[in-house]
Antibody, heavy 117, light 108 residues
Framework: EVQLVESGGGLVQPGGSLRLSCAAS????????MHWVRQAPGKGLVWVSR????????NHADSVKGRFAISRDNAKNTLYLQLNTLRADDTAVYYC??????????WGQGILVTVSS | QSVLTQPPSASGTPGQRVTISCSGT????????VYWYQQLPGTAPKLLIY???QRPSGVPDRFSASKSGTSASLAISGLRSEDEADYYC?????????FGGGTKLTVL
């Protein structure tokens, strides 16, 4: 059974940093592209980032480019999202998701990041 | 403003057939596969449709989808109360992924 479990969320001040983790199990993690998608409270889904299987290639949405960085550790079956220079409009539930031919199939339960002073 | 445009709401009565549209451009829907997701209240999204019209195993055949040019649509037949959820289309555009703004389906 595919499982994705996010952690590392919480309350952070504007301008601060946070690193999200996503522990994967139930599939060969090192063979899959992976995504991060976020959802602000009461709003829709917004794609954030994706990374290729060996970690050598990444893409980021324009809204987070230069502030967020996606990475992975295939030895630990773990996906990461480094969030820097956080703003109030980064407040959202962040989902990690496995790729299925360019877009996600399986999703984690999500982790809340709140940016507030 | 999302790159993919969906109506914010849709509704139907039990047993009815409802459709949800997703409008894009030649650089996204017109060139790439469309995916559809269902998000029940308080839960993570679930993949409903991939590659324009393919259902993952376990998704009932009441759910179907199609694409024509730069538009796509999701159809739900035999509407049930448990279908009340938010529905999102998604597609690639210029090496990035985009979701539609979402459609809230209400079962009356």
């Amino acid at each position: 059974e595919v499982q994705l479990v996010e952690s590392g969320g919480g309350l952070v001040q504007p301008g601060g940093s946070l690193r999200l983790s996503c522990a994967a199990s139930g599939f060969t993690f090192s063979a899959y592209w992976m995504h991060w998608v976020r959802q602000a409270p009461g709003k829709g889904l917004v794609w954030v980032s994706r990374i290729n299987p060996d970690g050598s290639g990444t893409n980021h949405a324009d809204s987070v480019k230069g502030r967020f960085a996606i990475s992975r550790d295939n030895a630990k079956n773990t996906l990461y999202l480094q969030l820097n220079t956080l703003r109030a409009d980064d407040t959202a539930v962040y989902y990690c998701a496995r790729d299925f031919n360019a877009l996600p199939d399986y999703w984690g339960q999500g982790i809340l990041v709140t940016v507030s002073s | 403003q999302s790159v993919l445009t969906q109506p914010p709401s849709a509704s139907g009565t039990p047993g009815q057939r409802v459709t949800i549209s997703c409008s894009g451009t030649s650089s996204n829907i017109g060139s790439h596969d469309v995916y559809w997701y269902q998000q029940l209240p308080g839960t993570a999204p679930k993949l409903l449709i991939y590659r324009d019209n393919q259902r993952p195993s376990g998704v009932p055949d009441r759910f179907s989808a199609s694409k024509s040019g730069t538009s796509a649509s999701l159809a739900i037949s035999g509407l049930r109360s448990e279908d009340e959820a938010d529905y999102y289309c998604a597609a690639w555009d210029d090496s990035l992924s985009f979701f539609g703004g979402g459609t809230k389906l209400t079962v009356l």
